[in-house]
């Protein structure tokens, strides 16, 4: 890089070189996003997040109704399906805003409690276990290979 001169003293400087470094993955931050995103569907969709991209049920937690056709569940597939001109899964007398609506009504209050309290739950967390915690974490990281664990 060529030498430029500093404005104050007139003296020729060098300027430092801009570095790409690896951005570090952050643990916390993709639990907090993984727990807000299913906390919204919950509330809008009525399933949780993996089931939502899904459209299969998962885990213990999924609902075990008849999720295929007709529920008030919506799945991603589903809301594909109904934006391409399909029945989305629901009834003929029914519509996936009117399912979104119940939804909203019934899980609406506890979902956006959720949503405001988990990063609230995550950033008290992030105080009480920064440095003491994490840094034989990272230690152990380092030797397989990964640069920085953060919470």
Do not use: C
Request: aromatic share 6%; no cysteine.
């Amino acid at each position: 890089m060529a030498a430029r001169r500093n404005r104050k003293s007139g003296k020729f400087s060098r300027t430092a070189r801009r570095t790409n470094r690896k951005k570090s993955f952050n643990i916390g931050k993709a639990a907090e996003t993984a727990l807000v995103a299913s906390a919204a569907t919950q509330g809008l969709f009525g399933t949780n997040l993996a089931q939502f991209i899904t459209g299969k049920n998962i885990g213990p937690w999924s609902n075990t109704g008849d999720n295929k056709n007709h529920s008030w569940n919506l799945t991603g597939p589903e809301l594909i399906n109904a934006l391409m001109g399909g029945d989305g899964g629901m009834a003929a007398d029914y519509s996936v805003m009117s399912a979104m609506k119940r939804n909203i009504r019934l899980n609406g209050l506890s979902s956006l409690a959720q949503m405001v309290a988990i990063p609230f739950a995550f950033k008290i967390g992030r105080k009480v276990l920064a440095k003491p915690l994490i840094n034989p974490i990272n230690r152990a990281a380092r030797s397989v290979g990964i640069k920085e664990v953060k919470l």
